[in-house]
């Protein structure tokens, strides 16, 4: 498995002895290690045979956001404030089956204006390639584009130093 990769409802995962694996648990709303054994993964639970739990850390439940505008399509998950956060040298993830859709990241001003845009390269965005004028508190709105011409996905972000360096965007 790569980093950030989601886990389908009833998947089961060997781990050799002595390995582990972390994972955040979206209903259960924790953060679990677990070394060894064979782990089953449900929506509504988890379970070890063989291996132990070595850590187990609440975090906070996502939130959904649902889209309001024509310009928006599907919904957004947040795992924090229904505003993404992110550090103007933040890199973004984009996952799920919809992530090879999207060809290009633009960020809006307020009014609505189209302030710098990037390609997205095998579904990272570097926020960094975006110029000097997000400043630090400022509101945006983050613009996935597509390849297929489907509706763009929006997202509401705030430039904050003291957030988050990675974002994963699951894009279904």
Excluded at 76 to 91: E, H, I, K, M, Y
Excluded at 118 to 123: K, L, N
Excluded at 156 to 170: E, G, K, N, P, T
């Amino acid at each position: 498995m790569s980093a950030f990769s989601e886990v389908s409802d009833g998947a089961e995962l060997a781990l050799e002895p002595g390995s582990r694996v972390t994972f955040l648990h979206y209903q259960r709303c924790e953060e679990v290690t677990v070394e060894s054994g064979l782990l089953t993964m449900r929506a509504g639970t988890y379970r070890i045979v063989g291996g132990d739990i070595v850590r187990r850390t609440a975090r906070g439940c996502p939130k959904t956001s649902k889209a309001s505008s024509s310009r928006e399509i599907g919904g957004v998950l947040f795992r924090g404030d229904n505003v993404l956060q992110l550090s103007p040298s933040a890199t973004l993830v984009i996952i799920g089956p919809g992530s090879s859709d999207i060809s290009q990241a633009r960020i809006e001003g307020r009014s609505g204006h189209v302030l710098g845009s990037v390609d997205v390269s095998r579904g990272v965005i570097d926020m960094k390639a975006f110029p000097s004028w997000v400043r630090e508190g400022e509101e945006y709105h983050l613009e996935l584009l597509r390849r297929s011409g489907a509706p763009a996905l929006r997202i509401a972000i705030v430039a904050a130093l003291m957030h988050s360096d990675l974002a994963v965007i699951r894009a279904e």
